[in-house]
């Protein structure tokens, strides 16, 4: 009985693990995009907002903002309206994570 339990458990962690990765690897893809304007990684070059090190609650905030035309922009307010409430958490999370 025990045995089973110790291969429940693993195959549960297993599980786990390969969510998820797959969810990293699935923000790190829409993190991507942002690297036209924002730079690789977040880090932006001369002219262009860093997203890199900021912190996740500001990203959020700022990203929502754009999708709900509190704030005004040229192209933000399209692409922000093409993620979902998760989808932006998701992204302000790897950013701030990013090294600046």
């Not at 089973?4 to 993190?31: F, K, P």
């Not at 090190?53 to 192209?75: C, F, I, N, S, V």
């Not at 933000?76 to 998760?86: E, I, K, R, T, V």
Request: charge should be positive; hydrophobic fraction near 40%.
């Amino acid at each position: 009985m025990k045995k089973i339990n110790r291969l429940l458990a693993g195959l549960a962690l297993a599980g786990l693990s390969c969510w998820a990765s797959a969810d990293a690897l699935q923000v790190r893809s829409m993190a991507a995009s942002c690297s036209a304007c924002h730079g690789t990684n977040g880090v932006a070059l001369q002219g262009m907002d860093s997203l890199a090190g900021q912190k996740k609650e500001d990203l959020q905030k700022k990203m929502l903002d754009y999708k709900t035309g509190k704030k005004p922009a040229t192209l933000m307010h399209q692409l922000a309206a093409g993620y979902s409430d998760a989808q932006i958490e998701q992204l302000a999370g790897y950013f701030a994570a990013q090294k600046k």
